[in-house]
């Protein structure tokens, strides 16, 4: 990575200000970090640096959960109601293993976060994942480590990731990346029409299973090669009644049993059937 990442540190505890500074200096990342030491202060920080014309916003903000005045959540509030501040990805620092709290950041719109205490590997790896994302042109040729991969894995599926970073993480070579990126509820419909053609049938029938699939992408998926994906639309009532019909009169009498099963279940108004579909490739 040429370019400088500028980071801002969001942490009222010395000592963990010292070891997320000596994790970033092991990192290899070229950076340069501000540390302001509570959740007032960053506010204070980041609206003077809207106002300021010679200093940039930061690339990304290390916020500390638990801090007197003002703690991580009302700060990620603020930061992601705000127009100007909101496309800043926040990773949010905690030592808290109460998932209330990581789901509480998650509906405030946080990116990741870390669990302290922090490590070179762990900062590195989400630091270079996140920046890459937002700022570096998509190379399918990456090599990522294991660490890099899970992170581009949970990214693809919180429904906070920026569009952005989203179309980068639909040419990700790995299936499982690009399969949570269908499945997605806020991938743009652009993105999902591009993954109902993709090579793997795993990511198709990721697309099939998003809430938010256009009309559109459910025509192109219910001529699908693959007898799964054809399977899954057939159960799903939320498949618009004229495909479930075009389903009914599937070649494969798997597909079109199912298809008439739910139509007649949204005809009577009751939930479609739980069909357990065969495995992936499964012959007829």
Same mark, same amino acid.
């Given at each position: 990575?040429?370019?400088?990442?500028?980071?801002l540190l969001v942490e009222d505890t010395p000592s963990d200000?010292? *070891?997320?500074?000596?994790?970033?200096?092991?990192?290899?990342?070229?950076?340069?970090?501000?540390?302001?030491?509570?959740?007032?202060?960053?506010?204070?920080?980041?609206?003077?640096?809207?106002?300021?014309?010679?200093?940039?916003?930061?690339?990304?903000?290390?916020?500390?959960?638990?801090?007197?005045?003002?703690?991580?959540?009302?700060?990620?509030?603020?930061?992601?109601?705000?127009?100007? *501040?909101?496309?800043?990805?926040?990773? @949010?620092?905690t030592v808290s293993e109460r998932d209330d709290d990581v789901?509480?950041?998650?509906?405030?719109?946080?990116?990741?976060?870390?669990?302290?205490?922090?490590?070179?590997?762990?900062?590195?790896?989400?630091?270079?994942?996140?920046?890459?994302?937002?700022?570096?042109?998509?190379?399918?040729?990456?090599?990522?480590?294991?660490?890099? $991969?899970?992170?581009?894995?949970?990214?693809?599926?919180?429904?906070?990731?920026?569009?952005?970073a989203l179309t980068k993480l639909s040419d990700d070579p790995?299936?499982?990346?690009?399969?949570?990126?269908?499945?997605?509820?806020?991938?743009?419909?652009? *993105?999902?029409?591009?993954?109902?053609?993709?090579? $793997?049938?795993?990511?198709?029938? $990721?697309?099939?299973?998003?809430?938010?699939?256009?009309?559109?992408? @459910?025509?192109?998926?219910?001529?699908?090669?693959?007898?799964?994906?054809?399977?899954?639309?057939?159960?799903?009532?939320?498949?618009?009644?004229?495909?479930?019909?075009?389903?009914?009169?599937?070649?494969?009498?798997?597909? $079109?049993?199912?298809?008439?099963?739910? @139509?007649?279940?949204?005809?009577?108004?009751?939930?479609?059937?739980?069909?357990?579909?065969?495995?992936?490739?499964?012959?007829?």
């Open positions: 990575m040429n370019d400088c990442i500028n980071i200000v010292r *070891l997320t500074q000596e994790a970033l200096k092991r990192s290899g990342l070229i950076y340069e970090m501000e540390v302001v030491n509570d959740g007032v202060e960053a506010m204070d920080y980041l609206l003077q640096l809207k106002t300021s014309s010679d200093k940039q916003l930061p690339d990304i903000i290390l916020l500390d959960l638990n801090m007197p005045r003002k703690n991580g959540h009302e700060v990620l509030d603020e930061i992601k109601n705000d127009p100007e *501040l909101k496309p800043i990805p926040v990773v @949010l620092l789901m509480e950041a998650l509906r405030l719109k946080m990116n990741y976060y870390i669990a302290k205490p922090v490590t070179s590997q762990k900062l590195s790896a989400i630091i270079k994942s996140i920046h890459e994302l937002h700022t570096q042109p998509s190379n399918e040729s990456d090599v990522h480590t294991d660490e890099e $991969s899970h992170i581009r894995l949970v990214l693809a599926g919180n429904p906070h990731t920026s569009a952005v790995d299936d499982k990346v690009r399969s949570r990126v269908a499945e997605n509820a806020h991938t743009p419909t652009a *993105l999902l029409i591009k993954l109902a053609n993709d090579s $793997s049938a795993e990511v198709r029938l $990721s697309v099939s299973e998003n809430v938010n699939a256009p009309a559109s992408v @459910l025509q192109t998926l219910s001529s699908d090669q693959s007898e799964d994906v054809r399977v899954e639309l057939s159960a799903n009532p939320r498949t618009p009644r004229h495909l479930l019909k075009t389903l009914a009169d599937d070649v494969n009498i798997y597909v $079109s049993s199912i298809a008439y099963k739910t @139509l007649e279940a949204l005809r009577k108004g009751k939930h479609a059937p739980v069909v357990d579909a065969p495995p992936l490739g499964a012959k007829s």
